[in-house]
């Protein structure tokens, strides 16, 4: 059984950071694609980011490039996200995903999930 667990939300002001966590368990680590994806109230699902560690392969939503970096732990089994230069925009909670698999961003596409991390950004 696939078990995704997302961790690190929290409270910042705008400007500042967090880092979330998604702990992967129950799949091949490294040639899984492992994404970020996040809701906030009222809008759909989007895509952040994902990454396939074997291959290093990485995508990310114009609206986090160059602020966000997804990063992988092999050893631990475990996908962060570092979020800089935080929005107020940015609130929604968020959700790690993981498929078999290329990378990609579209939620359908993703058949497991872990429960989300609400990340709010006050400005």
């Known amino acids: 059984e696939v078990q995704l667990q997302a961790s690190g939300g929290g409270l910042v002001q705008a400007g500042g950071s967090l880092r979330l966590s998604c702990a992967v368990s129950?799949?091949?680590?490294?040639?899984?694609?492992i994404a970020w994806f996040r809701q906030a109230p009222g809008k759909e699902r989007e895509g952040v980011a994902c990454?396939?560690?074997?291959?290093?392969?990485?995508v990310y939503s114009d609206s986090v490039k160059g602020r966000f970096t997804i990063a992988s732990d092999n050893a631990k089994n475990t996908v962060y996200l570092q979020m800089n230069s935080l929005k107020s925009e940015d609130t929604a909670v968020y959700y790690c995903?993981?498929?078999?698999?290329?990378?990609?961003?579209?939620?359908?596409?993703?058949?497991?999930w872990g429960q989300g991390t609400l990340v709010t950004v006050s400005s």
């Open positions: 129950g799949l091949t680590f490294g040639n899984s694609a």
């Open positions: 990454i396939v560690s074997d291959n290093d392969d990485t």
């Open positions: 995903a993981a498929r078999m698999g290329s990378i990609g961003t579209v939620p359908q596409d993703f058949n497991s």
